[in-house]
């Protein structure tokens, strides 16, 4: 007999989800996870595993042999990057221009870390000459980086940066969150030490699996602490034993959620990571030109603005969140309010992974005039969707 108090069925509404993410997660991501559940040492998933390491290597483009995915979102990334190359009393320092940036430089302090935070406003990204005399003056052991601010849509270049890091003997330690399956990420050539990503922004998958990937110069340096790592979960040493040959138990893995990760990785290289970059510029350039079109600017720089999200400025007059609320109520489209130095005054628009594509830039644009134009703001009705279109038929 069913309980009159049971909370009611299961039966979420279809969105599309055009914020900072989770975003829209592929069809087919989602058959492979609805597929039967093995144990974790089951010889059907170590293979799985293999697979997934290997195509992650490829989308990260290393040859790490320590490139696995860690059981949790994109922050336990983050934490696992932190707390297994520093150790208490160490020196690191962490670049921060968004809220992601912040988190690294919190999470490196609560492992014992001597931070050193070098800062730059919102939206803006770090040259080679921000970061020098903090290098000399802190000889850390650590600099953390962020690829795709995801707060303020800017998009760091890591290659000269790179340089100066790996000269000072420091780790580099990069978020590529957002960036991965989105833009490249070219670890080895760079000389990233640790990267780690997330699963539900360009991978097209639910959150809950990052990404990682460590060096072996970054093994070496954590094989020869002198200290435990402080987390027996993220403890890197430990995870080598499930992830390498000896698959010793260690935790149980998220079967279903590696299936999910494990086809949206196939999605991509199926796909081609140059062909899956050129998608994401060219919606996120149909965009811009409708944006472009009602008035609507960028945060970020020209030359600096990410691919898969698009942080624009909130037009004089509008109230961002109506605007916000209603796309969601009326048209069941998601998009991300500002964080921190931004709220209320951004709206951060994800083209990520699946939700890369023509039609979502079309709908959104059409429902953004909608409501602008109910708010009085002043534009050419039809001028964003054609904008788009017309970029769109200049791209082929
Ligand atoms: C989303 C995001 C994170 C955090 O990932 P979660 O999956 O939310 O834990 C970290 N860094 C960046 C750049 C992000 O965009």
Redesign the pocket.
């Known amino acids: 007999m069913p309980s009159a108090s049971l909370p009611a069925p299961l039966d979420p509404p279809v969105r599309t989800l055009l914020g ?2 989770p975003s829209d997660t592929h069809p087919r991501v989602l058959a492979a996870m609805s597929k039967s559940t093995v144990g974790h040492l089951d010889s059907y998933y170590l293979q799985l595993m293999d697979g997934m390491q290997q195509m992650l290597r490829s989308v990260f483009q290393t040859k790490n042999r320590m490139t696995f995915a860690v059981s949790a ?6 934490e696992a990057a932190v707390v297994n190359v520093v150790e208490p009393g160490d020196s690191m320092v962490v670049c921060v221009n968004g809220v ?1 940036g912040g ?1 690294m430089a919190d999470v490196a302090g609560r492992a014992g870390a001597n931070v050193t935070k070098v800062e730059r406003p919102w939206g803006e990204v770090f040259a080679v000459g921000d970061l020098k005399e903090a290098i000399a003056k802190a000889k850390p052991k650590a600099v953390g980086i ?1 690829l ?3 707060s303020t849509g800017a998009w760091q270049p890591i290659e000269e940066i790179a340089a100066v890091v790996r000269e000072s003997g420091a780790m580099l330690i990069v ?1 590529a ?2 960036a991965l399956g989105g833009l490249p990420v070219e670890v080895d050539r760079w000389g990233v030490d640790v990267i780690y990503s ?1 699963s ?2 360009c991978l097209s998958c639910p ?1 809950g699996l ?1 990404p990682i990937s460590f060096s072996d110069r970054a093994l070496e340096g954590i094989l020869a602490r002198k200290t435990k790592v402080q987390s027996w979960y993220l403890d890197v040493s430990m995870l080598a034993q499930y992830w390498g040959s000896d698959r010793v138990y260690h935790h149980t893995a998220p079967i279903n959620m590696t299936y999910g990760l494990y086809e949206a990785l196939r999605l991509v290289l199926d796909e081609g990571l140059e062909n899956c970059f050129a998608r994401h510029r060219r919606n996120h350039l149909a965009l811009k030109a409708g944006l472009a079109a009602l008035g609507i600017t960028y945060t970020a720089a020209q030359g600096h603005q990410l691919p898969m999200l698009n942080a624009v400025r909130v037009p004089e007059g509008i109230d961002d969140a109506r605007v916000r609320g209603e796309l969601l109520s009326r048209f069941g489209i998601e998009i991300g309010g500002g964080l921190g130095a931004f709220k209320g005054k951004v709206w951060r628009i994800g083209l990520m992974g699946y939700g890369s594509r023509p039609a979502n830039v079309l709908l959104f644009l059409a429902a953004l005039e909608q409501l602008l134009a109910e708010q009085g703001h002043q534009f050419d009705g039809g001028a964003g969707v054609a904008a788009a279109n017309a970029a769109y038929s200049s791209t082929k």
Do not use: N
């Not at 979102?73 to 983050?78: L, V």
């Open positions: 900072p993410g979102t994109g922050s336990a990334g983050m992601f988190r962020v795709a601010e995801t978020d969150v957002t997330g539900q922004k959150p990052a």
